[in-house]
T-cell receptor, first 111, second 115 residues
Framework: NAGVTQTPKFQVLKTGQSMTLQCAQDMNHEYMSWYRQDPGMGLRLIHY???????DQGEVPNGYNVSRSTTEDFPLRLLSAAPSQTSVYFCASSPSNYGYTFGSGTRLTVV | AQSVSQHNHHVILSEAASLELGCNYSYGGTVNLFWYVQYPGQHLQLLLKYFSGDPLVKGIKGFEAEFIKSKFSFNLRKPSVQWSDTAEYFC?????????????FGQGTTLQVKP
């Protein structure tokens, strides 16, 4: 099993550009989540999903969209990147017994 | 507002010292509690978790945590730290009796262990 795979690992965007951060898991986990990690602020939940076709907003959803068309994939879309979205993004997945597995992260810089 | 608080932002210890990192949450009702560790340049790894039962839970690498419901706390402990424990530690809470998919993290505590 590859676990939780995030791509790309690094990305630089210009303000106003759009992009999609990819997240895929091969463990058949029902639950998937996106977090951003900023110094001194821990991890903040952006969006999460409790199954295919079901998504919900977390603590900091503004500026981000998600969809969950399959159990395996949970992409995060930035429609118009802003410097405030410069961060490290982590995707996580969990089966019903709460053990979350995290991906290795995507370091995004918006200039 | 509902939150998870880690009061120690940066802790510096010498090897063999004992460790206790505080975690408090403000949610009422049923919670599931976690401690994660992030070694430099790596992703988060689960140290231990509490769902129900014995409030003293043991995790990997000699870590343990105690759930005190009356104090809304879930402090992490280790009797004797090693240099390899240098990392950032995060407390996290899942609110509700089942997995809601909504895991909320504290701000993190950076632990530096001096050899």
């Amino acid at each position: 099993n590859a676990g939780v795979t995030q791509t790309p690992k690094f990305q630089v965007l210009k303000t106003g550009q759009s992009m999609t951060l990819q997240c895929a898991q091969d463990m058949n986990h029902e639950y998937m989540s996106w977090y951003r990690q900023d110094p001194g602020m821990g991890l903040r939940l952006i969006h999460y999903s409790v199954g295919a076709g079901i998504t919900d907003q977390g603590e900091v959803p503004n500026g981000y969209n998600v969809s969950r068309s399959t159990t395996e994939d949970f992409p995060l879309r930035l429609l118009s990147a802003a410097p405030s979205q410069t961060s490290v993004y982590f995707c996580a997945s969990s089966p019903s017994n709460y053990g979350y597995t995290f991906g290795s992260g995507t370091r995004l810089t918006v200039v | 507002a509902q939150s998870v608080s880690q009061h120690n932002h940066h802790v510096i210890l010498s090897e063999a010292a004992s460790l206790e990192l505080g975690c408090n949450y403000s949610y009422g009702g049923t919670v599931n509690l976690f401690w994660y560790v992030q070694y430099p340049g790596q992703h988060l790894q689960l140290l231990l978790k509490y769902f129900s039962g014995d409030p003293l839970v043991k995790g990997i690498k000699g870590f343990e945590a105690e759930f005190i419901k009356s104090k809304f706390s879930f402090n992490l402990r280790k009797p004797s730290v090693q240099w390899s424990d240098t990392a950032e530690y995060f407390c996290a809470v899942n609110v509700g009796s089942g997995n809601t998919g909504k895991l909320i993290f504290g701000q993190g505590t950076t632990l530096q262990v001096k050899p």
